[in-house]
């Protein structure tokens, strides 16, 4: 978190784990060189007691705070501020990660998106953004601008569709969808977890990034002329949500629900979802994907047992709403095809719209990834081809012209 000392909000009594931090291969000296020295615990005592900040704690000792930006906007105050910053931070190192993974520059990022489930604005515009720029501010992604998608749990699959369109376009050819951890999520089943004997088990800041890049003729790919989608009169009905999603993009592309060699829905860790009543949500996404391909004739009535293990995945994700929702397959997926062991994936983003208040309605998009169909010539037609063909179109217009005369 000490990277983000800049901002004037997080306070800290002691950086003496600032050389660690330094030391991680993905932090670079511009970076590491923002972190500020710290300040004497009794100041600190003093913002959290009298100034109304949050404290941080390690081990339950009070180390530092966030502090509230304005005096009287609860949209600046230092509960929302803390929310936010843990956002950016975690998105922060996510990027960092998966440009060092993909192998890129730091320069080669041209735009960012994030699709995190928090807001950051003040009393005038609360959810006005950015937290994709002030995240690549971060990261030293100098050549990026961007901007902030929000859909609840579906925005991560709305925030790749909306990438994947934008590098196919040729408006960026560099894109990076990234999501950092919501702090509301942590410990929210605690109570139930408790009540069976088991410890806090939602402890984790989840967090994500995807780097989307011009077509290089090796790596997976996204179809999007198969793209799925709960519109507005899909309604809210099990079987309509799954057809929307699953069915309808397949049907477009003349394929069967066993096509496709594994579905990723939303992969929360049943470890922890079952204690809390909520059962094993991945597995129930497959049995309603297998109960569709049975009415549709692909799939016998027998097999519906083993359609989660031949075409689904054992949820791992932590509960961290937009997380888990369909991509943190995606990594996975792209060394499961290029080594061969899938041939496609379909990656499935729902999203409880109704939490906003907004609507009643429910939302979903999905699309699928496949193996590379080859790289795509975008160089054009070159200036002397289109004289050839202008030329060659004269000279027929010419003859036929002659034709008639005689």
């Known amino acids: 978190m000490g990277f983000l000392r800049r901002q004037g909000n997080l306070v800290f009594s002691d950086i003496g784990t600032k050389g660690q931090f330094a030391a991680n291969p993905i932090i670079t000296e511009d970076i590491s060189s923002q972190i500020e020295d710290g300040v004497e615990l009794s100041e600190i005592e003093g913002y959290v007691n009298d100034e109304h900040a949050e404290g941080l704690y390690f081990n339950h000792e009070l180390v530092g705070c966030v502090k509230r930006a304005h005096d009287i906007d609860q949209n600046l105050s230092a509960h929302v501020m803390h929310e936010n910053l843990m956002s950016k931070a975690t998105s922060v190192l996510a990027l960092l990660y998966a440009v060092r993974n993909a192998g890129i520059e730091k320069a080669d990022v041209e735009y960012v998106i994030d699709c995190a489930e928090e807001a950051c604005g003040d009393m005038n515009q609360r959810g006005g ?11 030293g992604l100098v050549s990026a601008s961007g901007s902030d998608a929000r859909g609840f749990c579906a925005a991560p699959t709305h925030a790749l569709i909306e990438a994947a369109a934008l590098v196919k376009s040729g408006a960026y050819k560099c894109v990076a969808v990234t999501a950092g951890g919501c702090t509301a999520k942590l410990g929210m089943n605690g109570k139930d977890h408790i009540k069976k004997g088991l410890p806090i088990l939602e402890d984790c800041l989840g967090g994500f990034c995807v780097i989307l890049a011009e077509n290089d003729g090796v790596n997976p790919e996204i179809d999007l002329s198969m793209l799925g989608r709960h519109s507005v009169g899909t309604g809210s009905a099990p079987q309509n949500v799954i057809g929307s999603l699953v069915a309808d993009p397949l049907d477009r592309a003349g394929m069967k629900i066993t096509d496709i060699d594994k579905f990723s829905p939303e992969m929360q860790n049943p470890d922890i979802t079952k204690p809390a009543g909520a059962g094993d949500v991945p597995l129930a996404n497959y049995k309603m994907i297998a109960a569709l391909a049975v009415k549709r004739g692909e799939l016998d009535r027998k097999e519906i047992g083993e359609f989660p293990a031949k075409h689904g995945l054992t949820g791992w994700a932590p509960t961290q709403g937009h997380i888990p929702s369909g991509v943190p397959y995606v990594g996975v997926a792209r060394e499961d095809i290029l080594e061969g062991k899938i041939k496609n994936a ?13 609507t009643n309605l429910f939302d979903g998009v999905s699309f699928v990834i496949q193996a590379n169909t080859g790289a795509e010539d975008n160089s054009g037609v070159s200036e002397e081809e289109v004289k050839g063909l202008i030329a060659k179109a004269m ?4 003859a036929s012209l002659m034709a008639t005369e005689e």
Request: aromatic content about 10%; glycine content about 14%.
């Open 129 to 139: 953004g950015n937290f994709a720029k002030a995240a690549a501010e971060v990261a």
């Open 346 to 358: 379909m990656i499935i983003g729902k999203g409880s719209l109704f939490l906003g208040r907004m």
């Open 395 to 398: 000279k027929d217009f010419a």
